[in-house]
């Protein structure tokens, strides 16, 4: 897993708060077994139409956003179902971070355990970056996982909260099998004390 420790990137802002997993990949492509190519469909049913055309009007089909990595949205972002896939998803179209006031909890867990970054900030924190990220041209922040801060160049600085565990992880790259490995020595040391049983 790929460390987070900070990441300055553009913005693009998502006004919509409730934001669920359905709609972030909807249902019909979750049959993939890969935890690639999902972001073809991140938000299918907002950026194209019935007809499969892109709405011109969805904000990532606008060029000022194109690249965008941070994602600013409002509160509640990633409720709904459990799946995994919205992570992936969000990932896979090349997002590294989501901010917004307040995520499912299954979201922001399925976040930290694919090195992805979930950042809680306050309502009118929210608001701020939205506002500067429609009125400013190639608008960038920086999101500092080691000073729990993000901000940019206008201004803004803002502290986020984080648990100190999710952000040990985060930092380091870790997964549960990175964690798990860790402790490798100990686990080879074990099973030489302890050799398979043969069965027959």
Known sequence: MKPFTAHRGRVAPLDRVNVDTDQ??????????????????????????????KNPNFVLH????EGASILVAGKNF????????AVWALA??????VIASSFADIFANNSAKNGFLAVRLNENEIVQLIERARETADYHITIDLERCEVRDDQGFRANFPIDDFVRHCLLHGLDDIGLTLQHEAEIAAYEARHPAVERG
């Open 24 to 53: 972030i990949i909807p249902k019909q492509f979750l049959k993939r077994i890969e935890k690639t190519g999902f972001g073809q469909f991140l938000f299918y049913d907002w950026r194209f139409g019935a007809d499969g055309k």
């Open 62 to 65: 606008e060029p000022r956003y």
């Open 78 to 85: 990633g409720c709904g179902s459990s799946r995994e896939h």
């Open 92 to 97: 896979d179209f090349g997002f590294r971070a």
